[in-house]
């Protein structure tokens, strides 16, 4: 079972997930870093670059997915340091903080807000998100090249890489693709076929979706789309 709402955060979401099926999904790459809570434990969720599949153990899980490049301002490290990987939280925050977080989390009787409050706590004290990033979230999910995003911005390519590196955890064009494997699963969710789907999405063609889907989330895009949102 998952469910989320729009969190107090702005541009966050607050989930929570019980893995009750046997099947276990992916979870696709989409841009985000989550704070995690995991049944006494807590994690940050990297940036993924491919679909991540959760293995065994605690199935109990509630989280803050904040919006793509907001995560390294609030967690204060950067994003491709936790690129593809899922890690304590007391490896990046003093142990001693972290404890007394996690021990707050567990006695709440809602884990999930509980979660939320740390974050909400947390942004307060932090320094706000570069406007620049949701800038370029938005150019290159409206379609925009990578050059053309760049000039929009008055930065040359490699000053845009380095800041997307530190934000995002990849540079521009990982970016870009993941912004468009998400429209895409939205659109095949939606009902179009797959054709229609790789024009409105920014593909060049059929194969040209299936081929970065495939390449991105392990599956092709008809199983995505047969399977609900997971989170």
Request: charged share 25%.
């Amino acid at each position: 079972m998952y469910a989320e709402r729009a969190s107090r955060l702005p541009g966050a979401v607050v989930w929570r997930r019980t893995l009750e099926d046997p099947v276990v999904r992916p979870v696709l790459p989409d841009g985000c870093m989550d704070l995690l809570w995991n049944d006494g434990r807590l994690l940050v969720a990297g940036p993924d670059t491919q679909a991540y599949v959760p293995g065994g153990g605690p199935r109990q899980w509630a989280g803050v997915r904040f919006h793509p490049g907001t995560a390294p301002t609030f967690l204060g490290v950067p994003a491709h340091e936790l690129r593809d990987r899922r890690v304590e939280l007391a490896d990046l925050w003093p142990a001693a903080e972290v404890r007394r977080l996690r021990d707050r989390i567990d006695a709440a009787a809602d884990p999930m807000t509980a979660l939320e409050d740390v974050a909400l706590r947390r942004a307060a004290d932090a320094e706000p998100p570069d406007p620049l990033l949701l800038r370029v979230v938005t150019a290159l999910d409206t379609g925009r090249t990578v050059a053309a995003t760049a000039d929009e911005l008055g930065l040359s390519a490699r000053q845009l890489h380095r800041r997307c590196l530190t934000a995002f955890g990849y540079g521009p064009k990982t970016l870009a693709r993941i912004l468009r494997l998400q429209r895409a699963l939205a659109l095949a969710r939606g009902g179009l076929s797959l054709a229609e789907t790789a024009t409105r999405a920014g593909f060049a063609d059929q194969a040209h979706l299936a081929r970065d889907v495939r390449e991105l989330a392990g599956r092709t895009l008809t199983e995505l789309s047969l399977s609900s949102p997971t989170g």
